[in-house]
C-alpha cells in the first residue's frame, strides 16, 4: 500500500485526536487528500503521507545530511538501552506522540517493540521527509510545539526525547491519567566527545538541573531511572557521531579532522528518564 494510503488509514481512525493548529478548531473531513477544519482551514497530505502544519518556515539546523548520519547512528543501536525501558511503560494500542521525532528512527525502534499508534512531529522538514521513510510504523508532520495539532485529552502518552518542552500543551493533550515521558542527559552523556573539545571551556561538562527543576515543577509525583551504557566505536560509527550531534556545531574543522578512533574508542550513554503522569 503507497504511503499515502497509509497515512490516510491512519488519521481516518484518529482523526478526533487531531485539532486546527490554526484556529485549534477540530479537523472534521478528509477528502481526498485534504484534510480540514470546521472553520475551513485545509491541508493537503504529501505523497509520502506528511502534513505540513507550519504557516511559515522555521529556521532549524538539522539538515538532511546530518539527519542522515543520525539515522545511521541511532540504526546502529545508540539509543535502543533507553528505548527499550522506555517501552516497559507503554501498552499497546494506545496513542503515542513523539515530540521532536527527528528522522523517527525512535518510533520505528519501539514499535519494533510494543505495537501502538505513533504519531511523530518535528518542526524540521527534511526530517520529516525522511521520517516518512518508517510510515508503516507512524505518521508524522511538521508542526511547532508551541501550537500543537492535537486535540485535548486525547494521548496516552507524550514522548520528549532531548527535545524543548511545552508543558501546557503537554498536559493540554494528555488524557486524564496520560504520561509524560522526558528523555534528559546526564553529565556522563557523549563526555568523552565533550572533554576533547571544550577541556577547560563552560562545555566540558553538563548539568541537568535546571531542566529537572522545571520538569518537577509541573509534575510533582513522577518516576525517574537512569540508564548508562558505552558504545564501542568504528570508523563508520565515529564518522556519524560526529556529524549528528550538535556538539560538533561550535568545533572548528581542524578539531574535528584531529579525532581518530584512537582518542575516541567510545562513547557513553547516560540519561534519566522521566515518568509524569497526568
Same mark, same amino acid.
Given at each position: 500500500?503507497?504511503?499515502?494510503?497509509? %497515512?490516510?488509514?491512519?488519521?481516518?481512525?484518529?482523526?478526533?485526536?487531531?485539532?486546527?493548529?490554526?484556529?485549534?478548531? %477540530?479537523?472534521?473531513?478528509?477528502?481526498? $487528500?485534504?484534510?480540514?477544519?470546521?472553520?475551513?482551514?485545509?491541508?493537503?497530505?504529501?505523497?509520502?503521507?506528511?502534513?505540513?502544519?507550519?504557516?511559515?518556515?522555521?529556521?532549524?539546523?538539522?539538515?538532511?545530511?546530518?539527519?542522515?548520519?543520525?539515522?545511521?547512528?541511532?540504526?546502529?543501536?545508540?539509543?535502543?538501552?533507553?528505548?527499550?525501558?522506555?517501552?516497559?511503560?507503554?501498552?499497546?494500542?494506545?496513542?503515542?506522540?513523539?515530540?521532536?521525532?527527528?528522522?523517527?528512527?525512535?518510533?520505528?525502534?519501539? $514499535?519494533?517493540?510494543?505495537?501502538?499508534?505513533?504519531?511523530?512531529?518535528?518542526?524540521?522538514?527534511?526530517?520529516?521527509?525522511?521520517?516518512?521513510? #518508517?510510515?508503516?510504523?507512524?505518521?508524522?508532520?511538521?508542526?511547532?510545539?508551541?501550537?500543537?495539532?492535537?486535540?485535548?485529552?486525547?494521548?496516552?502518552?507524550?514522548? $520528549?526525547?532531548?527535545?524543548?518542552?511545552? #508543558?501546557?500543551?503537554?498536559?493540554?493533550?494528555?488524557?486524564?491519567?496520560?504520561?509524560?515521558?522526558?528523555?534528559?542527559? $546526564?553529565?556522563?552523556?557523549?563526555?568523552?566527545?565533550?572533554?576533547?573539545? #571544550?577541556?577547560?571551556?563552560?562545555?566540558?561538562?553538563?548539568?541537568?538541573?535546571?531542566?529537572?527543576?522545571?520538569?518537577?515543577?509541573?509534575?510533582?509525583?513522577?518516576?525517574? #531511572?537512569?540508564?548508562?551504557?558505552?558504545?564501542?566505536?568504528?570508523?563508520?560509527?565515529?564518522?556519524?557521531?560526529? %556529524?549528528?550531534?550538535?556538539?560538533?556545531?561550535?568545533?572548528?574543522?581542524?578539531?574535528?579532522?584531529?579525532?581518530?578512533?584512537?582518542?575516541?574508542?567510545?562513547?557513553?550513554?547516560?540519561?534519566?528518564?522521566?515518568?509524569?503522569?497526568?
Amino acid at each position: 500500500m503507497k504511503k499515502i494510503e497509509l %497515512a490516510k488509514q491512519f488519521l481516518q481512525q484518529h482523526l478526533a485526536a487531531l485539532q486546527c493548529p490554526l484556529c485549534q478548531a %477540530a479537523l472534521v473531513t478528509l477528502a481526498g $487528500n485534504s484534510l480540514t477544519c470546521q472553520s475551513g482551514h485545509s491541508f493537503d497530505l504529501a505523497k509520502n503521507g506528511t502534513l505540513y502544519f507550519l504557516q511559515k518556515q522555521m529556521k532549524s539546523e538539522y539538515t538532511k545530511e546530518m539527519l542522515e548520519h543520525r539515522r545511521a547512528f541511532l540504526q546502529a543501536g545508540f539509543f535502543q538501552p533507553f528505548l527499550t525501558a522506555i517501552a516497559q511503560h507503554l501498552t499497546p494500542d494506545s496513542l503515542i506522540l513523539d515530540v521532536g521525532c527527528g528522522e523517527g528512527t525512535p518510533i520505528q525502534q519501539l $514499535n519494533q517493540q510494543v505495537a501502538a499508534d505513533y504519531i511523530g512531529f518535528d518542526i524540521s522538514k527534511p526530517a520529516i521527509q525522511l521520517a516518512s521513510d #518508517y510510515n508503516a510504523d507512524g505518521w508524522f508532520c511538521v508542526a511547532d510545539l508551541a501550537r500543537m495539532p492535537f486535540a485535548n485529552q486525547q494521548l496516552d502518552t507524550v514522548l $520528549n526525547i532531548f527535545s524543548p518542552s511545552q #508543558y501546557q500543551e503537554f498536559k493540554r493533550v494528555l488524557k486524564p491519567g496520560g504520561q509524560l515521558i522526558k528523555v534528559i542527559p $546526564n553529565a556522563g552523556y557523549l563526555h568523552e566527545l565533550r572533554e576533547l573539545l #571544550y577541556q577547560g571551556q563552560a562545555k566540558e561538562s553538563y548539568d541537568h538541573g535546571p531542566v529537572l527543576t522545571l520538569f518537577e515543577q509541573h509534575f510533582e509525583t513522577f518516576e525517574a #531511572y537512569q540508564v548508562q551504557q558505552t558504545m564501542t566505536l568504528t570508523e563508520t560509527t565515529l564518522t556519524d557521531l560526529l %556529524a549528528m550531534t550538535p556538539l560538533t556545531w561550535t568545533a572548528t574543522k581542524a578539531q574535528l579532522a584531529a579525532i581518530t578512533l584512537t582518542q575516541l574508542p567510545e562513547i557513553s550513554l547516560d540519561v534519566t528518564i522521566l515518568v509524569g503522569k497526568q
